[in-house]
C-alpha cells in the first residue's frame, strides 16, 4: 500500500526547482512578493527569510534537519511568515541581506536565513543554523524561540536593530563616494598583480587557504599579465589551473568543475556543479592553451566544453543551471568510487588507474563533518600524466562513465538562468575559436538565439530567467552586461555572421544603457526599469563567482568602443570606472573586473588619445532635440528631419555656445563626434569655424568663440534596421580665460531619430 501524498504548500506552484524543492515542507512557505509581507503587517509577525539554491549542500541540510521538522515548523508557523527565495531568480534580494547578514556575523553564505520586520528592514541574520543547540552554538529552534521573545517584549530594540542595520547597508554601497577616485594608470593594475602575487598559495595554487573556489577574475587578469610579458604572473595563473585541473574538483570522468574545494589541495570538492563555474572556467583554460600550446589545458576545455553540451543543454538552446551536489540522500555518491568497484570493472588495468588517480582500499578522503574515512575515492592525479598513460587513461575512464550513468544522477536545476547562459555562449565561443572546434560555436549560437528570441517577455525585453516557457522577473544589469560580451565573443568566433552579432550587441548596449543607469549618477545601478525598489540598493560592485555586473557593463562598452569607434561609450565606462578607482586601490582582490574594465580603457586611449569623462548636466532627451550645459559652455543638438529613410539623409546639428570671456582653442580645445549605429553611418557636412581671440600681451590664437555650429549627416543604408534609432552626441571640449586653461570635460547627450522605409 502506497503511503498518502504529503500536502503541498505555495511553493508547488512556483517555477524555481529550487523553491518547488520545498513544496511539502511542512513549513507554511510564502514566496517573495507582497502577500507574505502583508500578512505579516496584519497579524504583527516578523519575517522568515531564507534563501539558497538548488544545489546548495548545507541549504539541502537544514532542510532536512529543521524545515522538514514538525516541531521547529510548528513554530514557523505560529510565530513567523516564512518567505523562500531562489538566490538565482532574485539576485537583488540575496545581495541586500547578503551585506545585512555579513555585517550583523561577519560572514555569509547559503542558506542565508534573515529575520525580518513586516516592512522588510533586517533586524538579525545568519546563514545554517543546526536544528539543536550544539555547545555554546545555539540551535534553530532556541533562536526561532528566542528572537520571538524578543519580539514580543523588545520590539522597539529590534526595530532600532534593524534601522541601523539598513543604514550600514546603505552606507557600503556608499564606499567608492568616501574612498575618493584615484589616477586611471597603470599604478592600480600594478598593485593588483602584487595583491595576488603576495596572496597566491605557492604551494597549491589559489588564493588563501581553504575553502578554495575557482578565482576567475584573478586568472583572467594574470594571464592577461602574462602576455603582456610578466613570466611570474602567468606562472601563478598556471599553478592554479593545473592544482584545479589535476584536483578532485575536476571532474576527470565526466569533464566540467564542482563548485569548490574543502581542502587547500583541491582534493575533496563540494560536489555540485555550476554552469557560471565551468563557463568562465572553459574560456580560461581555453585561453591558458592559447598562450602555452599545453595539451592538458587542450583536454580540460574539451572536457567541460563536451559536459555542456551533452548534459547542460535543453532542447531549445538554453543551459541547465546547476547539478546537485546529493543523490540517493548522500553527498558525492554519483561521483565517488569504492576501490574494489574499480578492481572488478577494470580487471587487469585497475592497479594502473588505482595508482595514478589516488585510488586506495580505505578511501581517500574523510567525511567533512565527522573526519571518519569513507571508504570512498574521489579521483585526483599527483602530476600531469605523461602522452602515453593518457592514451591509456582515457578509454578507461570513458568505462567508468558508462558504469557512472547507470547511478542515480544527481538533482537537475533545469531553469534557464540568462546571465548564465550569456557566460556559457561567452565561454563556447572562446573555446570554440581557439580550438577550431564548429561543434562548440553551434553550441554558442543556440544560446544567443535561445537569448535573443526565447527569453523574452511579450514586449520582447530579456527576462532574468525562464523555464517551462515562461519568466517573470525583468532582466538584472549582470545578465544584460553578460549579453554583450556574448554577442561579440560570438562575432570573433563566427566571422559571417560578425557584422550582425556587433549590430545586436550595440541594441543591447543601448538597453542597458537606457534600463541601469543612475540618474544624476555615474556608474550602473543593479536594477533597473521593471524591478522592485528594496530597504537598500544593491550595487554589485565587487567580483563574486561571476564577475561584477557594473564592472561588466564598463568592460562590454570599451568593447564596442574599440570595435565602432563610438568615444561615447567609452567615456560613460570611463566615468563607471573613476567612481570605483578608490575602492580599486583599496580592494585589488576582489574588483578584477574592474581592472580589466581599466586595462581596456588604457590600451583604447593608447590608440585613440584621452578619453573624455562622461559629465550630463541636463537632461538626455530621447526626441530629435537635446540640451545640456556645463559652465561654460552649452550645447543643443537637433536631427532634422526626425524620420529619416533607408537611402535618404537627415542632418544632425550640434550648437556649441561658449560663454562670453571664454573661448575654446583651435588646437585641441574642441571636438564633437556623432555616432548613430555601424548601419547609419555618420559623416562631418560643415565643421565649426574659427575666428581669433586677442591677448593682452597684443598677440592673437585662432579659437572657437561665441556661438559654433558642427553638422553631421546621417545616412541609413539599405539593410539599416528600421525603428527607432539612438543618435549619441560626444562634445569634448577645454576652456580657457585669457592664457589660463580649464582640462579637458565634456558633455553628451543622446537624440532619437526614426529609420522608415
Same mark, same amino acid.
Given at each position: 500500500?502506497?503511503?498518502?501524498?504529503?500536502?503541498?504548500?505555495?511553493?508547488?506552484?512556483?517555477?524555481?526547482?529550487?523553491?518547488?524543492?520545498?513544496?511539502?515542507?511542512?513549513?507554511?512557505? @510564502?514566496?517573495?512578493?507582497? !502577500?507574505?509581507?502583508?500578512?505579516?503587517?496584519?497579524?504583527?509577525?516578523?519575517?522568515? +527569510?531564507?534563501?539558497?539554491?538548488?544545489?546548495?549542500?548545507?541549504?539541502?541540510?537544514?532542510?532536512?534537519?529543521?524545515?522538514?521538522?514538525?516541531?521547529?515548523?510548528?513554530?514557523?508557523?505560529?510565530?513567523?511568515?516564512?518567505?523562500?527565495?531562489?538566490?538565482?531568480?532574485?539576485?537583488?534580494?540575496?545581495?541586500? @541581506?547578503?551585506?545585512?547578514?555579513?555585517?550583523?556575523?561577519?560572514?555569509?553564505?547559503?542558506?542565508?536565513?534573515?529575520?525580518?520586520?513586516?516592512?522588510?528592514?533586517?533586524?538579525?541574520?545568519?546563514? /545554517?543554523?543546526?536544528?539543536?543547540?550544539?555547545?555554546?552554538?545555539?540551535?534553530?529552534?532556541?533562536?526561532?524561540?528566542? %528572537?520571538?521573545?524578543? =519580539?514580543?517584549?523588545?520590539?522597539?530594540?529590534?526595530?532600532?536593530?534593524?534601522?541601523?542595520?539598513?543604514?550600514?547597508?546603505?552606507?557600503?554601497?556608499?564606499?567608492? !563616494?568616501?574612498?575618493?577616485?584615484?589616477? &586611471?594608470?597603470?599604478?592600480?593594475?600594478?598593485?593588483?598583480?602584487?595583491?595576488?602575487?603576495?596572496?597566491?598559495?605557492?604551494?597549491?595554487?589559489?588564493?588563501?587557504?581553504?575553502?578554495?573556489?575557482?578565482?576567475?577574475?584573478?586568472?583572467? =587578469?594574470?594571464?592577461?599579465?602574462?602576455?603582456?610579458?610578466?613570466?611570474?604572473?602567468?606562472?601563478?595563473?598556471?599553478?592554479? &589551473?593545473?592544482?584545479?585541473?589535476?584536483?578532485?574538483?575536476?571532474?576527470?570522468?565526466?569533464?566540467?568543475?564542482?563548485?569548490?574545494?574543502?581542502?587547500?589541495?583541491?582534493?575533496?570538492?563540494?560536489?555540485?556543479?555550476?554552469?557560471?563555474?565551468?563557463?568562465?572556467?572553459?574560456? &580560461?583554460?581555453?585561453?591558458?592553451?592559447?598562450?602555452?600550446?599545453?595539451?592538458? /589545458?587542450?583536454?580540460?576545455?574539451?572536457?567541460?566544453?563536451?559536459?555542456?553540451?551533452?548534459?547542460?543543454?535543453?532542447?531549445?538552446?538554453?543551459? /541547465?543551471?546547476?547539478?546537485?551536489?546529493?543523490?540517493?540522500?548522500?553527498?558525492?555518491?554519483?561521483?565517488?568510487?569504492?576501490?574494489?568497484?574499480?578492481?572488478?570493472?577494470?580487471?587487469?588495468?585497475?592497479?594502473?588507474?588505482?595508482?595514478?588517480?589516488?585510488?586506495?582500499?580505505?578511501?581517500? @578522503?574523510?567525511?567533512?563533518?565527522?573526519?571518519?574515512?569513507?571508504?570512498?575515492?574521489?579521483?585526483?592525479?599527483?602530476?600531469?600524466?605523461?602522452?602515453?598513460?593518457?592514451?591509456?587513461?582515457?578509454?578507461?575512464?570513458?568505462?567508468?562513465?558508462?558504469?557512472?550513468?547507470?547511478?542515480?544522477?544527481?538533482?537537475?536545476?533545469?531553469?534557464?538562468?540568462?546571465?548564465?547562459?550569456? &557566460?556559457?555562449?561567452?565561454?563556447?565561443?572562446?573555446?570554440?575559436?581557439? *580550438?577550431?572546434?564548429?561543434?562548440?560555436?553551434?553550441?554558442?549560437?543556440?544560446?544567443?538565439?535561445? +537569448?535573443?528570441?526565447?527569453?523574452?517577455?511579450?514586449?520582447?525585453? +530579456?527576462?532574468?530567467?525562464?523555464?517551462?516557457?515562461?519568466?517573470?522577473?525583468?532582466?538584472?544589469?549582470?545578465? !544584460?552586461?553578460? %549579453?554583450?560580451?556574448?554577442?561579440?565573443?560570438?562575432?570573433?568566433?563566427?566571422?559571417?555572421?560578425?557584422?550582425?552579432?556587433?549590430?545586436?550587441?550595440?541594441?543591447?548596449?543601448?538597453?542597458?544603457?537606457?534600463?541601469?543607469?543612475?540618474?544624476?549618477?555615474?556608474?550602473?545601478?543593479?536594477?533597473?526599469?521593471?524591478?522592485?525598489?528594496?530597504?537598500?540598493?544593491?550595487?554589485?560592485?565587487?567580483?563574486?563567482?561571476?564577475?561584477?555586473?557594473?564592472?561588466?557593463?564598463?568592460?562590454?562598452? *570599451?568593447?564596442?568602443?574599440?570595435?565602432?569607434?563610438? %568615444?561615447?561609450?567609452?567615456?560613460?565606462?570611463?566615468?563607471?570606472?573613476?567612481?570605483?578607482?578608490?575602492?580599486?586601490?583599496?580592494?585589488?582582490?576582489?574588483?578584477?573586473?574592474?581592472?580589466?574594465?581599466?586595462?581596456?580603457?588604457?590600451?583604447?586611449?593608447?590608440?585613440?588619445?584621452?578619453?573624455?569623462?562622461?559629465?550630463?548636466?541636463?537632461?538626455?532627451?530621447?526626441?530629435?532635440?537635446?540640451?545640456?550645459?556645463?559652465?561654460?559652455?552649452?550645447?543643443?543638438?537637433?536631427?532634422?528631419?526626425?524620420?529619416?529613410?533607408?537611402?535618404?539623409?537627415?542632418?544632425?546639428?550640434?550648437?556649441?555656445?561658449?560663454?562670453?570671456?571664454?573661448?575654446?582653442?583651435?588646437?585641441?580645445?574642441?571636438?564633437?563626434?556623432?555616432?548613430?549605429?555601424?548601419?547609419?553611418?555618420?559623416?562631418?557636412?560643415?565643421?565649426?569655424?574659427?575666428?581669433?581671440?586677442?591677448?593682452?600681451?597684443?598677440?592673437?590664437?585662432?579659437?572657437?568663440?561665441?556661438?559654433?555650429?558642427?553638422?553631421?549627416?546621417?545616412?541609413?543604408?539599405?539593410?539599416?534596421?528600421?525603428?527607432?534609432?539612438?543618435?549619441?552626441?560626444?562634445?569634448?571640449?577645454?576652456?580657457?580665460?585669457?592664457?589660463?586653461?580649464?582640462?579637458?570635460?565634456? +558633455?553628451?547627450?543622446?537624440?532619437?531619430?526614426?529609420?522608415?522605409?
Amino acid at each position: 500500500m502506497s503511503s498518502p501524498e504529503r500536502p503541498r504548500n505555495r511553493l508547488a506552484s512556483e517555477a524555481s526547482p529550487y523553491l518547488r524543492q520545498h513544496a511539502t515542507n511542512p513549513v507554511d512557505w @510564502y514566496p517573495w512578493g507582497p !502577500e507574505a509581507f502583508e500578512k505579516a503587517r496584519r497579524e504583527g509577525k516578523p519575517v522568515f +527569510l531564507s534563501i539558497g539554491y538548488s544545489s546548495c549542500h548545507w541549504c539541502h541540510v537544514m532542510e532536512r534537519e529543521s524545515f522538514e521538522n514538525p516541531e521547529i515548523a510548528r513554530v514557523l508557523n505560529e510565530r513567523y511568515v516564512s518567505v523562500k527565495v531562489d538566490r538565482e531568480e532574485r539576485p537583488d534580494v540575496d545581495d541586500v @541581506y547578503m551585506n545585512a547578514v555579513q555585517l550583523v556575523v561577519g560572514r555569509g553564505g547559503w542558506p542565508l536565513s534573515a529575520f525580518l520586520l513586516p516592512d522588510g528592514r533586517p533586524f538579525f541574520g545568519g546563514t /545554517y543554523f543546526p536544528p539543536d543547540d550544539r555547545g555554546a552554538r545555539a540551535g534553530f529552534r532556541t533562536l526561532l524561540l528566542r %528572537l520571538s521573545e524578543a =519580539w514580543a517584549h523588545r520590539r522597539e530594540e529590534l526595530e532600532e536593530t534593524a534601522e541601523r542595520i539598513v543604514e550600514e547597508v546603505r552606507d557600503a554601497a556608499r564606499l567608492p !563616494e568616501r574612498l575618493g577616485e584615484r589616477p &586611471l594608470d597603470g599604478g592600480l593594475g600594478e598593485a593588483l598583480t602584487g595583491a595576488l602575487k603576495r596572496a597566491l598559495d605557492a604551494r597549491h595554487g589559489g588564493f588563501g587557504t581553504a575553502p578554495k573556489f575557482p578565482p576567475h577574475g584573478a586568472l583572467e =587578469w594574470l594571464l592577461r599579465k602574462g602576455r603582456e610579458g610578466d613570466r611570474t604572473a602567468e606562472g601563478a595563473a598556471l599553478l592554479t &589551473l593545473d592544482a584545479m585541473a589535476l584536483g578532485g574538483i575536476h571532474d576527470h570522468v565526466g569533464g566540467g568543475f564542482h563548485r569548490y574545494s574543502t581542502d587547500a589541495e583541491w582534493l575533496v570538492p563540494h560536489f555540485e556543479k555550476m554552469l557560471t563555474d565551468n563557463a568562465q572556467l572553459l574560456s &580560461l583554460y581555453a585561453v591558458a592553451f592559447a598562450q602555452t600550446g599545453r595539451d592538458l /589545458y587542450r583536454r580540460v576545455a574539451r572536457g567541460i566544453a563536451d559536459y555542456l553540451l551533452s548534459g547542460m543543454r535543453g532542447p531549445e538552446g538554453g543551459f /541547465y543551471s546547476a547539478t546537485d551536489a546529493d543523490s540517493e540522500g548522500e553527498e558525492g555518491r554519483y561521483f565517488v568510487w569504492a576501490e574494489r568497484e574499480l578492481r572488478d570493472l577494470l580487471g587487469g588495468d585497475a592497479a594502473f588507474f588505482c595508482e595514478l588517480y589516488q585510488v586506495r582500499p580505505e578511501g581517500n @578522503y574523510r567525511d567533512e563533518a565527522t573526519g571518519r574515512p569513507t571508504g570512498r575515492n574521489v579521483l585526483h592525479l599527483l602530476e600531469e600524466p605523461t602522452s602515453d598513460e593518457e592514451r591509456r587513461l582515457s578509454p578507461l575512464r570513458a568505462r567508468l562513465g558508462a558504469r557512472r550513468s547507470l547511478r542515480v544522477p544527481p538533482g537537475l536545476d533545469d531553469k534557464r538562468v540568462a546571465s548564465a547562459n550569456a &557566460l556559457a555562449a561567452s565561454g563556447l565561443s572562446v573555446a570554440g575559436r581557439i *580550438l577550431k572546434e564548429p561543434r562548440y560555436v553551434e553550441g554558442a549560437r543556440g544560446a544567443v538565439r535561445f +537569448l535573443l528570441a526565447t527569453c523574452r517577455d511579450r514586449d520582447g525585453r +530579456l527576462l532574468r530567467s525562464w523555464k517551462d516557457g515562461a519568466g517573470r522577473v525583468p532582466a538584472f544589469l549582470e545578465d !544584460e552586461a553578460y %549579453l554583450v560580451h556574448a554577442l561579440l565573443d560570438l562575432a570573433e568566433a563566427d566571422p559571417a555572421e560578425a557584422a550582425s552579432l556587433r549590430k545586436r550587441a550595440r541594441e543591447a548596449a543601448e538597453e542597458l544603457r537606457s534600463r541601469f543607469r543612475r540618474p544624476g549618477r555615474p556608474g550602473f545601478g543593479f536594477t533597473g526599469e521593471g524591478h522592485e525598489a528594496l530597504v537598500a540598493e544593491g550595487r554589485d560592485l565587487f567580483d563574486k563567482a561571476i564577475p561584477s555586473a557594473p564592472g561588466s557593463a564598463a568592460r562590454a562598452l *570599451l568593447r564596442l568602443a574599440a570595435a565602432d569607434g563610438d %568615444l561615447s561609450l567609452a567615456a560613460q565606462a570611463k566615468e563607471a570606472i573613476a567612481e570605483v578607482s578608490g575602492l580599486m586601490a583599496r580592494l585589488p582582490h576582489g574588483t578584477e573586473t574592474w581592472h580589466l574594465a581599466l586595462a581596456s580603457l588604457l590600451e583604447l586611449e593608447e590608440r585613440r588619445g584621452p578619453v573624455a569623462r562622461w559629465r550630463v548636466s541636463g537632461p538626455r532627451a530621447a526626441g530629435a532635440v537635446a540640451e545640456a550645459a556645463l559652465d561654460p559652455v552649452r550645447v543643443r543638438a537637433e536631427a532634422s528631419p526626425p524620420r529619416v529613410a533607408r537611402g535618404g539623409g537627415a542632418e544632425v546639428a550640434v550648437h556649441v555656445s561658449i560663454a562670453p570671456g571664454a573661448y575654446l582653442p583651435a588646437e585641441g580645445g574642441l571636438a564633437v563626434e556623432v555616432w548613430a549605429g555601424g548601419d547609419v553611418p555618420a559623416a562631418v557636412a560643415e565643421a565649426p569655424r574659427t575666428t581669433f581671440v586677442e591677448h593682452e600681451d597684443g598677440t592673437a590664437e585662432a579659437a572657437f568663440r561665441g556661438e559654433v555650429v558642427a553638422r553631421f549627416g546621417l545616412a541609413p543604408g539599405p539593410g539599416a534596421a528600421l525603428g527607432q534609432r539612438s543618435v549619441s552626441v560626444l562634445v569634448r571640449f577645454r576652456a580657457c580665460r585669457e592664457r589660463t586653461c580649464e582640462p579637458e570635460r565634456s +558633455l553628451s547627450l543622446s537624440l532619437g531619430v526614426e529609420v522608415v522605409r
